[in-house]
């Protein structure tokens, strides 16, 4: 007879930066306007996406030139890419 294992599966990773979210909601708490609120949240959240997609790299000025990099090559507006880079530099 053979014995069964109970293996037990790790977790789920999800893609995040460990305090970055406290961050993100300091940055949220401290704007008055809903819809500006939901901009910052989107562009930081996308950012923290494209970040955790990317080889792991220090979070510095560097990364933050490769992100408007990555926005421009996907043909946003210049004012859509300011106020990403501004929510992100913001965060940080």
């Known amino acids: 007879m053979s014995k069964k294992r109970n293996r037990k599966r790790p977790p789920k990773r999800t893609l995040a930066l460990p305090g970055?979210?406290?961050?993100?909601?300091?940055?949220?708490?401290?704007?008055?306007?809903?819809?500006?609120?939901?901009?910052?949240?989107?562009?930081?959240?996308?950012?923290?996406?494209?970040?955790?997609?990317?080889?792991?790299?220090?979070?510095?000025?560097t990364v933050v030139l490769r992100f408007r990099i990555y926005l421009e090559q996907k043909q946003y507006a210049a004012t859509t890419i300011d106020l990403r880079l501004a929510a992100v530099r913001r965060a940080a």
């Open 20 to 61: 970055f979210e406290q961050s993100k909601a300091a940055v949220l708490n401290s704007l008055t306007s809903k819809s500006g609120q939901r901009s910052y949240d989107r562009a930081i959240t996308d950012f923290v996406d494209w970040y955790c997609s990317e080889p792991r790299l220090a979070f510095n000025r």
